[in-house]
């Protein structure tokens, strides 16, 4: 993963995929963020398949604020660990590479929401909870990637961190508007930005190198039907997004929403009357133990 700032011609490249306002886009808000070093070798380091737990235990332990971190989250009740994890070592070997990859990205994401100020508390409650309701309705439907699930439903609002950092006045202002019930954050942004947190988040998700599964999740994750090449997990991330809206996690509170009759239930195939089972069994996913 490098760390060089975003080019303007490559985000034109992308125009096609994002919007004629790709170029206004990077003109407003500057250069996105770059994945920090050590996460970014770690995530590097684990997709390659001759990586051993000692190659990743080396990594980490080389950013004493994400091994913290990574302890914190894999201690947390979100991954159910059945006794205390003490060392990265053991978090590895306990959890495996998949779920220590959803770890040290909910490490990053955890220290980028951390920037945004007053915002972070909502804002990561809705992130972590869409990622476990994500991988809770990908294992309803048989998704077979449920960390790539999960990680989608973490990332899939992470423009609105970068809007948060780079325009923050701006971003306060909208969700102020949207904690009210008067508008949606995709609303507000398009009137103050004239583009949405989608497409910021498309655009980093991008230049973290992530799949484009993920890319495509972020990007599409309130118009699933848009996705071209993964709407199945687009509609998986859609429908927890909803859900987390309707159980109240974050800004968006929307206790009376339909989700029977949500386009992403008859698209993924899920049966309308176990919607309500599997909203308790999310919340009861995100209850401290």
Known sequence: ???ELIQESAVVGKSTALSASAEKIVQSIGDLPAMPHVAAMVVDKLSNENATPRDIHQLIEKDQGLAARVLKVANSPYYGACRSIAT???AILFMGFDSI?????????????????????LLWEHSIGCAVAARTVGR????????EAFLAGLMHDVGKAVLFLRRSSEMSEIMQDVYNGDMTFADGEKQVFGFTHSEIGQLVADKWRFAVNIEEAIAHHHHPDESQTAPQVAHIVSLANSMCHKLE?????????????????????????????????????LEPS
């Not at 309803?140 to 960390?147: C, F, L, S």
């Not at 206790?255 to 176990?274: R, Y």
């Open 1 to 3: 993963m490098g760390t």
């Open 88 to 90: 990265v070592k053991d």
């Open 101 to 121: 990859r959803s770890v040290v990205l909910t490490a990053v994401m955890k220290g980028v929401f951390a920037e945004t100020g007053l915002a972070e508390k």
């Open 140 to 147: 309803a439907v048989g998704y077979p990637g449920n960390e």
């Open 249 to 285: 996690i974050g800004p968006t509170r929307s206790p009376g929403l339909d989700l029977a009759n949500h386009e992403s239930v008859k698209a993924l195939g899920i049966d309308p009357d176990s919607i309500v089972g599997m909203t308790q069994e999310i919340q009861g996913s």
